[in-house]
């Protein structure tokens, strides 16, 4: 049974510190983050981590061979899924503001184990997140430079582009987290500005024609045996297919990729001066605005370009290009480079906040989440993980790092929805700043959600998860069970 032993939420809350007092309580000898965000800069990280994350790479990819110009509806299945969760995660967040989130939550409600198991799994997904948009922010930056496919783009075999810029923005995340902040908020406005631009110039080019038939009808897919088929067409005996309701179901649980990142706003509470207020507001803002203007771009460049011509590396430059307006395609491929560099920054200082929680627990050894007492940021962390970000970037294609950011998503929202339901019958007496309306039916139903675009994704993105969560277990039990703060405080009152 101490493979699922719980971290008390007091414990919780005094590790991070809480009120006037946040050197409060115990913080496993790494040091303690500074209360320094406000609701602005939590909206600019949250809109900065998900605008852009696929609609700038995603959506020609999934238009062209899977959903054609029902990808838009698949971007609104995703968002309603994402709404699930992030309510989940309001109410948790505000609650419970400490860093790691998902991974501290289920700490708090299913244990030990299960908390390493998401941690590590967030590992899986942010830095996966950063090596897939670094491969893309590559792609758009040798479209506008017209730069060599050999070293840009995802032709690439060593993407010169995409080891660059994740090398310059862990610099910056190194520096400290309100820096970064200021560097988000101008990349964040240049990013949103111009996907309203996309979509008020580019509906001007829209043709019913490209929009006709709106959901293809099913049709065998190429290939698709083996460990290319979804799950659940594997289960289910089915064979083979894409495009119709199936192509469109399969392409959201791809295009949910561009929704993640919004948890990053939950892992920043500990770093938030009121997080009981500004976290739900930066959860639920961030996701509506990302929703609207995901469906919208899709829309338009499904619109402007038949679905089979689309550009699966520059899918919305290239679509304007198509219709003879080269000048707002290098303006959109500006505005990508930009937002994409956004993303990048965040998931690094995200990712490094998963590992200080873990470290502050001793599942990690302590000394590498230990933070800079100049910058007040897990330098080493962060560093171990830009190198982890630079070998993905090496080693996977686009898509298949975009399937495997997508899963290990929908597992971590699997236990976030699960745990709000738990935390409230274990825990009645918690402050609850932000309530997840209509508990357990919506709890429920994000977990039933989350599991069916899982189900969606192809048995060869089963394998390798499941592979990396079994790595996971071995490091587990090699490190972190023996090394856990809850482990040698028992080990010690017995002794």
């Known amino acids: 049974m101490h493979l699922f ?30 209360k320094t965000l ?43 899924v994402a709404l699930l969760a992030a309510l989940c995660y309001s109410e948790l967040a505000s609650s419970v503001p400490t860093a790691g989130s998902a991974y501290t939550y289920a700490y708090a409600t299913t244990g030990e184990l299960l908390a390493w198991v998401i941690g590590w799994d967030l590992f899986l997904e942010f830095a996966l997140g950063a090596a897939v948009v670094a491969r893309g922010w590559s792609a758009y930056l040798g479209n506008l430079l017209d730069l060599p496919s050999s070293l840009f783009g995802e032709g690439a075999a060593v993407d010169v582009g995409a080891l660059a810029v994740v090398l310059v ?45 709106f959901v293809p009808p099913g049709r065998p897919a190429e290939g698709g045996q083996g460990l290319d088929q979804p799950l659940l067409q594997w289960l289910a005996g089915l064979e083979p297919a894409t495009f119709g309701v199936g192509g469109v179901l399969t392409a959201a649980a791809v295009v949910f990729f561009a929704y993640t990142g919004f948890e990053a706003v939950a892992n920043l509470s500990e770093e938030t001066k009121k997080p009981s207020r500004d976290i739900p507001l930066g959860l639920l803002g961030t996701l509506g605005l990302a929703t609207a203007l995901y469906i919208g771009v899709a829309f ?14 520059a899918p919305i430059a290239d679509a304007f290009d198509q219709v003879g307006l080269g000048w707002a395609s290098a303006l959109i491929s500006i505005a990508a480079v930009a937002g994409l560099t956004s993303v990048i920054l965040v998931d690094l200082i995200t990712v490094s906040r998963i590992g200080f929680a873990m470290g502050r627990d001793g599942l990690l050894p302590p000394v ?4 800079s007492p100049r910058t007040g940021t897990p330098v080493r962390m962060t560093l171990l993980f830009a190198g982890l970000v630079l070998v993905m970037v090496l080693l996977f294609p686009l898509a298949e790092l975009a399937n495997l950011v997508s899963i290990g ?79 040698l405080a028992e080990r010690s009152g017995k002794g």
Not at 7 to 17: Q, V
Not at 300 to 313: E, F
């Open 300 to 313: 338009v460049v499904v619109g402007m370009v038949t679905y089979t011509d689309i550009d699966a590396g």
């Open 38 to 80: 406000s609701a602005r800069h939590l909206i600019g990280f949250g809109i900065g981590v998900v605008i852009g994350t696929g609609i700038f790479t995603l959506t020609g990819v999934q238009a062209r061979d899977t959903a054609g110009p029902a990808v838009v509806l698949s971007f609104a299945v995703a968002g309603v």
């Open 169 to 213: 923005l862990t610099a910056v995340a190194v520096l400290g987290v309100k820096e970064s902040a200021r560097v988000t908020s101008v990349l964040v406005v240049v990013k949103v500005a111009v996907c309203v631009f996309v979509i008020v110039t580019g509906v001007w080019f829209v043709k019913g024609a490209n929009l006709t038939p």
């Open 368 to 371: 590498v989440a230990r933070l």
């Open 409 to 487: 998503t929908l597992f971590a929202f699997v236990l976030v929805s699960a745990a709000v339901p738990v935390l409230r019958r274990t825990r009645p007496d918690l402050n609850r700043p932000f309530r997840v309306p209509f508990s357990p039916v919506v709890p429920v139903l994000s977990v039933l959600a989350c599991l069916y675009l899982m189900a969606n994704l192809s048995l060869e993105t089963w394998v390798r998860f499941l592979a990396w969560l079994a790595l996971g277990l071995v490091v587990y039990a090699a490190y972190g069970y023996r090394h856990s703060r809850l482990g």
């Open 5 to 34: 032993r719980t971290k008390s939420i007091e414990t919780i809350t005094a590790d991070a510190g809480t009120g006037d007092d946040p050197g409060s309580g115990q913080d496993g000898g790494v040091g303690r983050l500074r």
